[in-house]
C-alpha cells in the first residue's frame, strides 16, 4: 500500500531543488528547519525573550534588589514599567532576572536529562544483557524515589548561588520515563534491516546506536526535550512556590509568580507578566520542538504531501494512522504524569 | 454503454437469461485531494456472464482494487464515483449503503488478500459462516451451523466439524483463505471478486486455494473476477483479461489473444518482463523504463508514453481509446496497435533488450574455481520458551537442522523454499559471522570458528547483503549519499576518495548522480533497491547475499533490477547465494540451486537439471505448483498437490521430514514406508552428476 502511494510521488515534483549537491545531515536539518516557519517565530520569540531577560536589567532605572521606598504596591507607571511590590521592588528587573533563570533551567535541564534518556535507554535496549540490566536497574532505583519529597528535602540546603546543583538535580529525576521509551523503541529498532545492514557491514556498536537507533527517534526525543522544558520551568515554578526551589535573593519565573499570587486580586501586576512570560516560553519552546521535530524527519515533508493528495490506496485501505502521532500523544500523557 | 464497448455485445442490453451478470460501465472514481484529485480510475468497462471468469491485471497503482471496491460499495466516504454498476441489470451505484448490504454477501462476495482483516478476531469461524448464512436466508440456527460445516468441508479443511469451532487466529493463512472462500460461497453468490487472494500464500498453498475456487465456481457456478499482479494465476484460471494502467483499461480480450497476439506495448512488455520458469535458456528480461505516473497531474496524452518504446508525437496529444481488432472481442487502447497488428510484432522487436556482458568465468571449469562460500554441517536451533515471567524453555525450534552448501567463484546459487523452511535463519547464521553451535561457516577460505575481530572486519569487507525491503533497509533520515558512504567510512576508505567512490557506484547501479542527496523515501522502490545494491557493491565484496531481492518490487521494475544483477555479477566477477521463494525468479539467475525443507536441504543441483527432472517428490511438488504464464501451457499441466500445512519446525517428523505431505509416500507399499518413517534420507547424487536428492525413493520427473 505504501509503495503504491509513493509511486505517485513523481520526480517533477521536487523541482530544481535537488541538484547535484550532496548536504550533511546537519546542514540539510538546518535548512528544514530555516524553511518552518513556525520554528522560525519559536526561535525569533525565544531569542526576543533571550534578549529581554539580559537586556532588560540594564536598561531599566531599577537595579535588581533595589528597593523603592516611596513605591510600594504601585501599578505600572513611567517610573516603574511595570509597577512595584510590596516592598517597593521594580517588577519589570526583577521579572527580567528572573526570566534569565528560568530559562536556562528549563533549556538545561530539558537537554541534559533527554541526552541522558536517549544514551541510556539506547545503550539498554541495543546492547541488551547485562548492561541492559545494569542500566534498568538505575532506572528503575530513581523512578520509584519520591521526586519532589527529596528535592525539596535538598533544595534548601543549596547555597543560593548553586543553580547549576539545582538543573543536574531537576534532569536526574527527569529522564527514566522517557528512558525506558526509548529502550523499548530501540529494542524494535534493532531488528530493522538497515540496522542489520549496518551491523553486517562491520560497524561497532555504538556507532550503530549513534548513527542510525537515537536519529530514528529524534521525533520522540525531540517532543521530549520539548516537554522537558517546560516540565523543569514548572518543576522548578511548583518547587519555588513551596519555597523549596530557587532561594532568594535568586529570583526566577516560578518565585515571582509564588510571591504574586497572593496579592494578585489587588494588584494584579505583580502576578500576571510573570505568568505571562512563562506562557509564551512554554509556547515559542513548543514551536521550536514542532519545526525541528519536521526537519529532523525526511518522513514529515512527504507525510505533508500525501496529507495534501491522498492515493487511492492510502484513502482506500483501512487507515494508518501517520507514523509519530500515537508517540506524541504517548509522551505528552506521560510527561502530565512525571512533572514533579 | 461507451462506444467503445459496442463492438462486443449488441444484446447485453436485453437482461435475459443469458445476459450479463455484472455490467459495469464507464466506471470513474476520483479521490478528491488537495491540490490535486487523485483520478484512481478513469473509465472501466466490463461484462461478466454466468460462470466466466473475468482476470484483472495491473500493476500497484493501476486501480484494479480500487474498481473492484466501487463495484462492491466499499469505498471509503468522500470517493467520487460515477458510471454505472448493475447486476442482472439493477443499477448498485448511487444505493445506500443498507441496500447494498443486502445485496453484498448474498450476491456479490469477495475474497480479500488478508483474510484476519476480513474475518472477526473473537468469534469462531464456524460461528462467522453461520451468521452470514443466516443474514441472507430463512434458516434456524443448528441449520446454518450444519451448512457451516458442510461449507467448510468443501473447502477442504480437515476435521470441519471440530475446526468450526476455533477461532480465525488458529488457522494458517493458507486454512484462513480456504475460510474466506466458504465465507463467500455461503448464499450462492453469482460474482465472487477475489482480490489478490493469494499473492500471500507460499506457492503450493496458492496451488491448494486456487484449487478450492475453481471447485467453489463449480458448484455455485458463480463468474470469478480475478483481480492480480501475477501474470502466471491469470494465464490458468480466467478466460478473459483486463490490463489496467493508470486507472484505465489498456487491453481486454480472451487470455489467449492477450498473452499471445498482444497489441499494446504496455501489456506486451509487462509478459516479457516474467522470468519463465519453463524457459532454459538466458535471454535477458524485458524491462519497462521508469515509472507508472502520478495519478494526480496526468498528462493529456496516453498514460504509458513516457516509458513507451514506440511513443511517437502523436501519443501525447490525446489518450487512445479502447479500440477492437477486427474479427475478435480483442480491444488494445494504443494508437499504433494496428501497426503491431500488421508487422507481427513481438515483444523483443518493439523492447530494447540489455545486453548482458558475457561471463568470462563461466569458461572456467567449476571445479577450478575457488570455493567463496562452504557450509558444512550448518545447525541453528533456537530455544522455544514459554511465559512472560518464569521463562522456561518447553522446546526446541530445528529452524536449520545439518545443511552443506559450496559456492564457487562467479557462481549465483539459489536456495529456495517456503516461509518457514529456514532459508533466512541460515543467511543470518551466514550473515552473523559467529561461529555455529555446531558446523561450519567458512568464507573465502576462513572459517568463523577460528577468527579474530580483526580478520571477522576483512570477511565483512567480502561479504555484503541486499536485502528484500528496499525501504526498510535504507535508514529514511540518511540521503542516498550517505548510505552509500557507509560501508566506505566503516572500512576506512581514504576520505578524499570517497565522494569520487560513491558517485561510482551510483552510476554502476544505474542511478544518475544527482540522486544523492535524496532522501530513500523520495525514490520510487526500484530505484531504492538499486542504492541498496550501491551499498553492498561498495568495499568490492567478492560474494553477495541477496535476500529476496526483488520480491517487493513490481514486475516491471523487478525486471530491470534482475538484468542489474546479472550484468554486475558478469562485469565484477561476483558470487551471489539467491535467497528467493519465487522460483522463476531463480531459474533466471542462478547457475545451482539447493531446495530446502523444514531446515533441511532436500535437492540440489545445476539449475536445469534440478528444473528440467526434478527427483525429490516436494521440488516436483513445488515446481508444478508455480503457474506458468503461457495459457496454453498452463492449460496442459496438471498439479501435484500436497496436503496440508508446513509442520511446525518445532516437531518435524521422524525419519523423512517430508513424509507427512509427500504424495509419493501414499503410493507407497507398508514395507517401503518403513524406510521413510524410521531413516531420514541422506542427499543422494542421482547418476554421477552433483545433482542430489534426499530421499529415498528419487526419481526423476519431469513437471514444468
Ligand atoms: S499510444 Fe503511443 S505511447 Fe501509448 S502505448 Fe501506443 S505507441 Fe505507446
Ligand atoms: S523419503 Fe519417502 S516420504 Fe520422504 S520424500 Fe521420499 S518418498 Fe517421500
Redesign the pocket.
Known amino acids: 500500500m505504501t509503495q503504491q502511494a509513493e509511486l505517485l510521488v513523481d520526480d517533477q515534483e521536487k523541482g530544481p531543488e535537488s541538484e547535484f549537491e550532496t548536504p550533511g545531515r546537519w546542514r540539510t536539518v538546518w535548512r528544514q528547519l530555516l524553511k518552518s516557519r513556525q520554528a522560525m517565530i519559536g526561535l525569533a520569540v525565544l531569542a526576543v525573550l533571550f534578549l529581554m531577560a539580559y537586556i532588560g536589567p540594564l536598561i531599566s532605572p531599577w537595579e535588581f534588589g533595589e528597593p523603592d521606598f516611596t513605591a510600594f504596591y504601585q501599578p505600572p507607571s513611567p517610573e516603574h514599567w511595570w509597577g512595584t511590590t510590596q516592598t517597593g521592588q521594580d517588577i519589570f528587573t526583577s521579572t527580567m532576572v528572573g526570566l534569565q533563570k528560568s530559562l536556562i533551567i528549563g533549556l538545561l535541564v530539558a537537554v541534559v536529562s533527554t541526552t541522558v534518556a536517549a544514551v541510556v535507554g539506547a545503550f539498554a535496549g541495543y546492547l541488551l544483557g547485562l548492561t541492559d540490566k545494569a542500566l534498568m536497574w538505575v532506572t528503575d532505583l530513581l523512578l520509584v524515589l519520591p521526586t519532589f519529597v527529596i528535592l525539596s528535602i535538598l533544595a534548601p540546603r543549596l547555597d543560593s548561588g548553586s543553580w547549576l546543583i539545582f538543573v543536574v538535580l531537576l534532569s536526574a529525576f527527569l529522564w527514566m520515563v522517557t528512558a525506558k521509551m526509548v529502550r523499548g523503541m530501540a529494542i524494535s529498532l534493532k531488528e530493522r534491516e538497515y540496522v542489520l545492514a549496518a551491523r553486517y557491514m562491520g560497524l561497532p556498536a555504538w556507532k550503530i546506536i549513534f548513527r542510525h537507533i537515537i536519529p530514528n527517534m529524534s521525533s520522540l526525543l525531540i517532543v521530549d526535550a520539548t516537554i522537558n522544558v517546560v516540565a523543569a520551568i514548572l518543576a522548578e515554578t511548583s518547587l519555588s512556590y513551596f519555597g523549596f526551589g530557587i532561594q532568594p535573593p535568586d529570583v526566577s519565573l516560578g518565585s515571582l509568580i509564588a510571591a504574586g499570587t497572593r496579592p494578585a486580586p489587588t494588584h494584579p501586576w505583580t502576578f500576571w507578566f510573570a505568568a505571562v512570560l512563562l506562557i509564551v516560553t512554554v509556547l515559542a519552546v513548543n514551536l521550536v520542538g514542532d519545526g525541528l521535530r519536521d526537519a529532523l524527519d525526511p518522513r514529515a515533508k512527504a507525510r505533508r504531501r500525501k496529507r495534501r493528495r491522498p492515493a487511492p490506496a492510502a484513502a482506500a485501505g483501512p487507515v494508518r494512522p501517520a507514523a509519530g502521532t500515537g508517540r506524541v500523544q504517548g509522551t505528552s500523557e506521560k510527561a502530565a504524569g512525571k512533572a514533579p | 454503454m461507451t462506444t467503445t464497448e459496442t463492438g462486443i455485445t449488441a444484446a447485453a442490453d436485453t437482461v435475459g437469461a443469458d445476459g450479463p451478470v455484472l455490467e459495469v460501465t464507464d466506471l470513474h472514481v476520483t479521490f478528491p485531494g488537495e491540490p490535486d484529485d487523485v483520478r484512481a480510475v478513469r473509465g472501466v468497462s466490463y461484462q461478466l456472464r454466468k460462470g466466466e471468469v473475468l482476470g484483472i491485471v495491473g500493476e500497484s497503482g493501476s486501480g484494479k482494487s480500487v474498481t473492484s471496491l466501487a463495484v462492491m460499495g466499499l469505498l471509503p466516504e468522500g470517493a467520487e464515483v460515477t458510471g454505472s454498476v448493475r447486476l442482472h441489470g439493477e443499477e448498485l451505484l448511487g444505493r445506500s449503503d443498507e441496500q447494498l448490504a443486502k445485496v453484498r454477501g448474498k450476491r456479490i462476495a469477495m475474497v480479500f488478500q488478508d483474510p484476519l482483516q476480513a474475518l472477526t478476531p473473537v468469534y469462531t469461524v464456524g460461528d462467522q459462516i453461520a451468521e452470514a448464512v443466516l443474514i441472507h436466508s430463512r434458516r434456524t440456527k443448528a441449520q446454518a451451523w450444519a451448512r457451516a460445516v458442510e461449507l467448510l468441508k468443501l473447502v477442504g479443511i480437515p476435521n470441519a466439524e471440530q475446526r468450526a469451532k476455533a477461532f480465525p487466529h488458529e488457522f494458517s493463512g493458507g486454512m484462513r483463505q480456504r475460510v474466506m472462500i466458504a465465507m463467500a460461497i455461503a448464499n450462492d453468490p453469482d460474482v465472487i471478486i477475489c482480490d489478490e487472494p493469494t499473492t500471500a500464500l507460499d506457492v503450493t498453498i496458492q496451488a491448494q486455494v486456487l484449487e478450492v475456487l475453481k471447485a467453489a465456481q463449480r458448484e455455485t457456478g458463480a463468474a470469478i473476477v480475478m483481480i492480480t499482479h501475477d501474470l502466471g494465476v491469470i494465464a490458468g484460471f480466467v478466460d478473459r483479461v483486463l490490463v489496467m494502467y493508470a486507472g484505465r483499461p489498456v487491453e481486454t480480450g480472451a487470455v489467449d489473444d492477450i498473452y499471445y497476439r498482444g497489441r499494446?506495448?504496455?501489456t506486451m512488455g509487462l509478459l516479457g518482463s516474467v522470468p519463465r520458469l519453463d524457459l532454459g535458456e538466458r535471454a535477458p528480461l524485458v524491462p519497462i523504463e521508469g515509472n507508472p505516473p502520478s495519478l494526480t497531474r496526468l498528462p493529456p496524452?496516453?498514460p504509458?508514453?513516457p516509458r513507451?518504446p514506440?511513443?511517437?508525437d502523436a501519443?501525447g496529444e490525446r489518450e487512445?481509446e479502447l479500440v477492437a481488432v477486427p474479427g475478435s472481442d480483442h480491444q488494445a487502447?494504443?494508437?499504433?496497435?494496428g501497426e503491431i497488428e500488421a508487422n507481427n510484432w513481438g515483444v523483443t522487436d518493439i523492447y530494447p533488450v540489455p545486453e548482458i556482458p558475457e561471463d568470462t568465468i563461466a569458461q572456467v571449469p567449476r571445479a577450478d574455481r575457488q570455493v567463496v562460500l562452504d557450509i558444512e554441517g550448518l545447525i541453528k536451533h533456537h530455544p522455544l520458551t514459554k511465559g512472560v515471567v518464569f521463562r522456561r524453555r518447553v522446546g526446541t525450534v530445528y529452524a536449520v537442522d545439518g545443511i552443506d552448501l559450496e559456492i564457487r567463484e562467479g557462481e549465483t546459487l539459489g536456495l529456495v523454499g517456503e516461509s518457514g523452511c529456514g532459508k533466512t535463519t541460515t543467511l543470518m547464521e551466514i550473515l552473523e559471522l559467529r561461529r555455529p553451535a555446531r558446523g561450519r561457516v567458512v568464507v573465502l577460505g576462513r572459517s568463523t570458528d577460528r577468527i579474530g575481530a580483526g580478520e571477522r572486519m576483512r570477511v565483512r569487507r567480502d561479504l555484503s547483503v541486499v536485502f528484500q525491503d528496499p525501504m526498510a533497509s535504507l535508514d529514511p533520515r540518511m540521503t542516498a549519499y550517505d548510505i552509500i558512504a557507509e560501508p566506505l567510512l566503516a572500512h576506512n576508505h581514504p576520505k578524499d576518495r570517497l565522494r569520487s567512490r560513491v558517485m561510482e557506484l551510483l552510476d554502476l547501479v544505474g542511478l544518475s548522480a544527482e540522486y544523492a542527496g535524496r532522501y530513500p523515501q523520495e525514490f520510487s522502490g526500484g530505484q531504492r533497491q538499486r542504492i541498496g545494491i550501491a551499498r553492498a557493491l561498495a568495499l568490492e565484496p567478492k560474494l553477495v547475499v541477496l535476500d529476496e531481492p526483488v520480491s517487493a518490487l513490481d514486475v516491471s521494475i523487478q525486471a530491470g533490477i534482475i538484468n542489474l544483477l546479472e550484468d554486475l555479477k558478469a562485469r565484477l566477477r561476483l558470487s551471489y547465494l539467491f535467497v528467493a521463494h519465487d522460483l522463476s525468479v531463480v531459474r533466471h539467475i542462478a547457475d545451482r540451486v539447493a531446495v530446502m525443507y523444514l531446515g533441511k536441504i532436500v535437492e540440489q543441483g545445476e539449475v536445469d537439471r534440478v528444473y528440467g527432472a526434478p527427483a525429490h517428490p516436494y521440488t516436483q511438488a513445488l515446481l508444478s505448483a508455480i503457474p506458468i504464464p503461457d495459457p496454453e501451457k498452463e492449460r496442459g499441466r496438471s498439479r501435484i498437490l500436497l496436503s496440508g500445512d508446513l509442520p511446525s519446525p518445532a516437531n518435524p517428523p521422524s525419519g523423512c521430514r517430508f513424509r507427512t505431505r509427500c504424495p509419493k509416500f501414499l503410493t507407497l507399499s507398508e514395507d517401503e514406508r518403513t524406510a521413510c518413517i524410521d531413516t531420514e534420507p541422506p542427499l543422494r547424487g542421482i547418476g554421477d552428476t552433483d545433482h542430489g536428492a534426499a530421499c529415498h525413493y528419487a526419481e526423476e520427473r519431469e513437471v514444468v
Open positions: 499494446m506495448p504496455y496524452g496516453c504509458f508514453q513507451c514506440l511513443a511517437i501519443c487512445p487502447a494504443c494508437i499504433r496497435a
